[in-house]
């Protein structure tokens, strides 16, 4: 499947085409490191080519090995302290740039996520706002007027992954037993991919991330949608019953019902996000339903178990899912 096409995002990611902060600083050290080793890389090869030609086997030759010159001090200074130089240099400006990008700039407008690792799915909280969702991070444009960065405290659930927007900011290593911090501050709207970069199991290729980042009033507007309790339509009570009466919610939260597991994504507003397995699928109905049938007919080794549901039951309950907005 294609995964761009699935989440609705554009191509995939370059952290050549940044649009925040810390990743406009990743991408000039780049450059810089790369011209430098373009350079050796030329002078080396120049050389190497120059030498192949200049001192190829000539018909006649007499087979006797050139004079051998030992003991320059000028020629042993210069492959010495020209690449000496070369390390400083390199040394001191990531040093710099590892400094400037370390922490946000301090502002009371920040927005705070935890974002926590998950075999294999991301599970994001804003403690500020009270909002739990999964795989699909919101946060608000970043503008000179108002820089409003987003602060990202990083968690594990289980095993080691890490959290990678190549658009926003550089890889953090998300550590069971360990808080890590990294902060993002996109200065223009869009949708952005992410991915796990850290081998976590099967499924660590199916750890999709997206970032949406909103203009501030659709991301105040997206809080309050978050904010509300679920929707409870009595023309799906049938399909709510199934979900709370089944092992459904030992797992999975949604607000206003007794479901209040904390092991798989919390539903309450599940039909916002766009695809479910963290990006394997699109969020649909028929593909609801394929999941919660046997969640690893589509993703396989999925933690979540097939529910095992007669096929009423199954219709009842995506029917009540698809009403949780
Ligand atoms: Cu999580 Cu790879």
Redesign the pocket.
């Known amino acids: 499947m294609n995964v761009a096409a699935a989440v609705g995002a554009p191509s995939t990611p370059s952290m050549f085409a940044p649009v925040s902060t810390p990743a406009f600083a990743i991408r000039d050290l780049s450059f810089l490191v790369l011209a430098i080793v373009t350079f050796i890389f030329v002078v080396v090869a120049g050389v190497t080519v120059y030498a192949i030609i200049r001192y190829r086997r000539h018909p006649g030759d007499d087979g006797r090995e050139p004079p051998q010159v030992y003991g320059s001090t000028q020629i042993e200074l210069a492959w010495t302290v020209v690449p000496f130089l070369i390390v400083i240099v390199l040394f001191l400006t990531t040093t710099r740039y590892i400094f400037a990008i370390e922490r946000p700039p301090a502002t009371p407008d920040a927005v705070e996520v935890t974002v926590v690792?998950n075999q294999?799915w991301w599970e994001i909280r804003y403690p500020r706002l009270g909002i739990v969702t999964a795989n699909e991070l919101h946060v608000p444009v970043s503008d000179a007027g108002r820089p409003t960065p987003t602060v990202i405290t990083l968690q594990s659930a289980d095993v080691i992954?890490s959290f990678w927007f190549p658009q926003l900011a550089g890889k953090m290593d998300v550590i069971p037993g360990k808080i890590n911090r990294t902060w993002i501050e996109p200065q223009t709207p869009g949708t952005y991919v992410g991915q796990?970069a850290?081998?976590?199991g099967v499924q660590?290729a199916w750890?999709l991330l997206t970032v949406t980042v909103h203009a501030r009033d659709d991301f105040d507007r997206w809080v309050a949608a978050q904010r509300a309790t679920a929707a409870d339509l009595p023309e799906v009570r049938a399909g709510r019953d199934v979900f709370t009466s089944v092992a459904c919610i030992s797992c999975h939260s949604v607000r206003g019902t007794p479901g209040n597991g904390v092991f798989g994504p919390d539903l309450t507003h599940l039909m916002s996000r766009a695809t479910i397995g963290a990006g394997v699928a699109a969020n649909t109905p028929e593909n609801l339903k394929a999941w919660v049938n046997d969640p690893a007919a589509l993703k396989p080794g999925a933690r979540m178990p097939a529910m095992k549901l007669s096929n009423d039951d199954l219709d009842r309950l995506v029917a009540y899912l698809v009403t949780l907005r």
């Open positions: 690792g294999w992954h796990c850290e081998f976590c660590h750890m």
